[in-house]
C-alpha cells in the first residue's frame, strides 16, 4: 500500500492567518514574564502554522548536551531515548535546517529509527535555533504521515527560530543582569560586615559628601546611632587645621570613584581630638 503523501503548505493555515499567528507569537514573547512562557507560545505557534500536532524544543546545557526543554505530544520514554541526540555540535556556525520526509530512508543508526517509528513518528523536522549566529538549540516538528517540506514550510519554520532565539538570548540576558545584580548586593553586604567589626574608623559618603554608612568603631567614636546616619555631617568634627587636607583627599577620592585613607583629628563625642 502507498503511503500517504501531503504537503505541509495543504495542512498549513493560509498566509494571513499564519502572519496573525506570527504577530501574535511576536507579542507574546515580548511580554513573557519567564522563559517557559516564551516555550509555551513558540510551541502554539509552531503547532499552528507548521500543520503539526507534535514539536518540541531543545537546548543545549551546560556540558554541550541537548536536552528537551518544551514539548507537545511525545512520550517520557521517547524524550528519553533521544535527549542528546542533535545534528549539530554546541556553537556551530550559521547551521541549516534538517527537513526529514520518512525516517526509514535516513542513515541514522537503526535504534534511532526504532524509537521514533514507535512514537508513530514518520516525517521530521530539525530547525536550529541560533544566538548570534551560532547554534544553541532546535526546535522539532513530528509528523504521524509522509510529509514534503516545501520551500514556504521551510521559510515559515526559520522565522520562527530566529524569533525564538533572540526571544532566548533576551531571556538569558536578563537572568545574567538579574545574577550579576544578586551579586553585587551580596558582595556589598560581605563588605559592609567585614568592614562592621575592623578595629579602625571607616566610613562611606556619597558624592556629596553625604555619610552614607559608618562602622562600630566610627559610630561609637562620635556617639552616632545607625537610625539617624543620614542626618550626620561627620566634616564638621574636623580639627579647622586639617579641613583643607582632609576635604581636598575626599574631594579627590569621590572625583577618581576610589577608596582613600584620610588621616586627621577629629573631635570625639566628648569633644576630645582624636587622630
Sequence with gaps: MKEPHQSVAQTAVQTGEELRALYEFTDAIYLAKSVEEVYASALDVITKTLGCERASLLLFDSYGIMQFVAWRGLSEHYRTKLAGHTPWWPGEPEPEPIFIENIVDTDEADWIKHEVGSEGIISLGFVPLTLEGRVIGKFMTYYGERQTFNQH??????????????????????????????EARQSEERFRQMTEQAPIMIWMSDKTGKCEQLNQVARDFWGVDEAVLDAFDWSSTIHPDDVDHVQTQMRAAVSQKKPVVVRGRYANMDGEWRT
Excluded at 522565522?159 to 538570548?169: N, P, Q
Design 153 to 182: 514550510a521551510q521559510t515559515l519554520a526559520i522565522t520562527i527560530a530566529r524569533h525564538l532565539g533572540f526571544s532566548i538570548g533576551r531571556a538569558r540576558a536578563e537572568a545574567a543582569r538579574e545574577e550579576a545584580l544578586v
